[in-house]
């Protein structure tokens, strides 16, 4: 089967913008990389969580299927887009091929957190000293031995590297998860659930309106052998439980709506992790659930928010 591809050129501050209108107007995956022609690119747009993007332009490139409806979505987000297009907006047939995999070349292990990498399969973290130590640990101590997620994106889901799923990353990093069990609502690749998993949870239930985003969950589920303590629903036939930890990596008018759902959803004492979020959408996202949780400050990257809060009593 073949694809169609359109592709842009952007400023590095418009890309997270214009990356969410690709995804919400039906883009099946969008990938970004240095728009330059030097042969030797500059270093990679979205670095660890904190870290300074360093592209100055970049190319953003969407996937759809090569048939009369991929062809309507691709025309019509060449028509909004292409006018903040730094070059004219090109759409191409790409043949079939396993594209997720020749992008994964060009990606190496993403840290998150102080403990948690994603790698695409078969790479491991080079370690060398903690980039990022624990400020009461013995300064002669060794660093934390990595958890590592193994992660082939498949077709429009995750791998960790847009700002939105850093921060529930880097978030979930920092939890005491042992023994917990965790709610991934919206979970796309598995990705949040999976690192739950591996970072000592003891359940997780991973919950998706698209068969194509539980698919992707199963599979990398069984690459990194978390299936047996993983549930895979979509949100009607989901499991009657009260998680210990919700975290809802979508968007803001979704929160928004999902706020009485997901706060049902909480058990005594539980946390909330809301992504997905731009910066000047967080306190609209933040006021639809402060009947249910105490919500802290939002933490900002790259303009996308990341908003936290612990269950108030019932």
Known sequence: MAWLQLELVVER??????EAALENGGALAVTIDDAADDPVPEPILEPLPNA?????????TALYQDDANGSLLAEQAAAQLGPQSLAPAWISRLEDQPWERVWLQD???QRFGRRLWVCPQGQRPALGPDPDPDPGADAASEPPEPICID???????GTGHHPTTA???GWLDGLALTDRVVLDYGCGSGILA?????LGARQAIAVDHDPQALDATVDNAIANGVLERLVIARPEAMPAIRADVIVANILAGPLVELAP?????AAPGAVIGLSGVLSHQAAGVADAYRDGFLMEPPVIQDDWALLTGHRLSP
């Open 52 to 60: 300074t993007p360093l592209w100055r332009r970049v190319r953003i």
């Open 167 to 169: 921060l529930c990353l």
């Open 151 to 157: 992660l082939d994106p498949g077709l429009a889901f």
């Open 107 to 109: 990606l190496g292990p």
């Open 261 to 265: 759902t997901l706060t049902a959803l």
């Open 194 to 198: 999976i690192a739950a998993l591996k």
């Open 13 to 18: 501050e418009q890309a997270p913008l214009i």
